[in-house]
């Protein structure tokens, strides 16, 4: 094996890797928004001022980076090249990323990280359904039963996921991962320039006051 055998196989397990922590990160964050009750309870058990003012703090600051961290990670991976090389459950993580990325616009510039509102809710429910869109694609996409599996127990619908809706599958997955980029890409340049317009609005509205 070759160095440039190497190399390119050290880049393909990295993102690849990169990819699947991003996944889980995403869920991670989904869960510190759904245990709010859990989180107000070990809020309740600190007494100092400035204690119960950090752990706000920490606590959103915390969700917020996860998830730009995870549209980050997402939107990396989303190019023809990186979708050809490593194993992405077209369309559902591109469209994770989308959402993601929308409800982090949602939290940092319309205060959806203050607990109990409705741009509160919107935002969960966006990060919910970023979740499980992403969840289904690892779990029946790029994690399906193995070559080695499928040889003793034939499975059409396995066989009709591991070679569509995987973005380096040639034929079939190849050609769906063009479609999904040709989509998300400019959706993805839209939520990017949605937040992007929001954040210079408060940014003249501060100079203003």
């Known amino acids: 094996m070759g160095a440039h055998e190497i190399t390119k196989g050290l880049e393909v397990w990295t993102l690849q890797t990169l990819l699947n922590v991003s996944i889980l990160l995403g869920v991670f964050s989904v869960g510190l928004v759904l245990v709010q009750g859990y989180l107000d309870s070990l809020r309740r058990k600190l007494t100092l ?6 752990w706000d ?16 990670i997402g939107f990396l991976v989303l190019n023809p090249d990186i979708m050809a090389d490593i194993k992405i459950a077209v369309p559902f993580i591109p469209v994770g990323t ?8 949602v939290r940092l510039f319309y205060r959806g990280h203050e ?3 409705f741009r509160f809710k919107i935002a969960l429910g966006l990060m919910l359904s970023a979740a499980i869109v992403q969840i289904v694609g690892f779990s029946f996409v ?3 039963p193995s070559g080695e599996y499928l040889a003793i127990h034939p499975s059409p619908f396995w066989e009709f996921v591991k070679t569509h809706l995987r973005s380096n599958a040639a034929p079939h997955g190849l050609e769906l991962a063009q479609v999904t980029f040709s989509v998300m890409f400019p959706l993805m ?3 990017f320039g949605w937040g992007g317009i929001r954040a210079f609005r408060q940014l003249a509205g501060r100079r203003g006051s």
């Not at 001022?49 to 950090?54: D, P, Q, T």
């Not at 703090?57 to 980050?72: E, G, P, S, Y």
């Open 57 to 72: 703090v920490v606590v959103t600051l915390l969700t917020d980076l996860l998830l730009a961290v995870v549209v980050l």
């Open 98 to 105: 989308a959402l993601f990325a929308a409800s982090l616009v």
């Open 115 to 117: 607990v109990g509102g």
């Open 49 to 54: 001022r400035v204690s119960l003012e950090l």
């Open 142 to 144: 790029m994690e399906a």
């Open 189 to 191: 340049m839209i939520i």
